[in-house]
T-cell receptor, first 114, second 113 residues
Framework: AQKVTQAQTEISVVEKEDVTLDCVYE???????LFWYKQPPSGELVFLIR??????QNEISGRYSWNFQKSTSSFNFTITASQVVDSAVYFC???????????FGAGTTVTVRA | KAGVTQTPRYLIKTRGQQVTLSCSPI?????VSWYQQTPGQGLQFLFE???????NKGNFPGRFSGRQFSNSRSEMNVSTLELGDSALYLC????????????FGPGTRLTVL
């Protein structure tokens, strides 16, 4: 069963618009970690954020913010005032304690047009 | 601190050959994981090593194998290559476990002809 679902395949926006990426996860564990990674055209996965299951506090880091809701098993990610350099594939991932791996969603391709 | 390095960056092989990919983790990181990325299957977990021990293995045939050395460097090997093995192979390292933040290398792009 797929553990991480990113329903949005592609999102296209004009520069300075906000972009929200949806992520829904599935786990039976009470302790787990959620991540967002960015993959620009160069191919390297770049770490963005990490949250543990006990910390539902939503935060803002620069132009990035996230909304973690355990009640709906969602971990959404927002880019505020998007820029062309934000164009990339964004992956949501789940890691369960003792599982020793990351389970990735299918990714959402974000295109920011000038 | 230097990031995760992978060699080679690009490889072209023919069916039936074997290939070895190398990964050097961030200094101090002891957990190394490997992932395969293809357009059809996305990012799939291959295996994870810690202190030279494989702690988890993904759903891949036995042709895919790996190992970790005492300095935490890791290699993965694919024998009897098939066309479907063409992919981007990504290595990631973390301090002790994948629940710690995993940092990824640039990947090795393998093309099987």
């Amino acid at each position: 069963a797929q553990k991480v679902t990113q329903a949005q395949t592609e999102i296209s926006v004009v520069e300075k618009e906000d972009v929200t990426l949806d992520c829904v996860y599935e786990t039976r564990d009470t302790t787990y970690y959620l991540f967002w990674y960015k993959q620009p055209p160069s191919g390297e996965l770049v770490f963005l954020i990490r949250r543990n299951s006990f910390d539902e506090q939503n935060e803002i880091s620069g132009r990035y913010s996230w909304n973690f809701q355990k009640s709906t098993s969602s971990f959404n990610f927002t880019i505020t005032a998007s820029q062309v350099v934000d164009s990339a594939v964004y992956f949501c991932a789940l890691s369960e304690v003792g599982d020793y791996k990351l389970s990735f969603g299918a990714g959402t391709t974000v295109t920011v047009r000038a | 601190k230097a990031g995760v390095t992978q060699t080679p960056r690009y490889l072209i092989k023919t069916r039936g050959q074997q290939v070895t990919l190398s990964c050097s983790p961030i200094s101090g990181h002891r957990s190394v994981s490997w992932y395969q990325q293809t357009p059809g299957q996305g990012l799939q977990f291959l295996f994870e090593y810690f202190s030279e021990t494989q702690r988890n293995k993904g759903n891949f045939p036995g042709r895919f194998s790996g190992r970790q050395f005492s300095n935490s460097r890791s290699e993965m090997n694919v024998s009897t290559l098939e066309l479907g093995d063409s992919a981007l192979y990504l290595c990631a390292s973390s301090l002790n476990t994948p629940t710690d933040t995993q940092y990824f290398g640039p990947g090795t792009r393998l093309t099987v002809l």
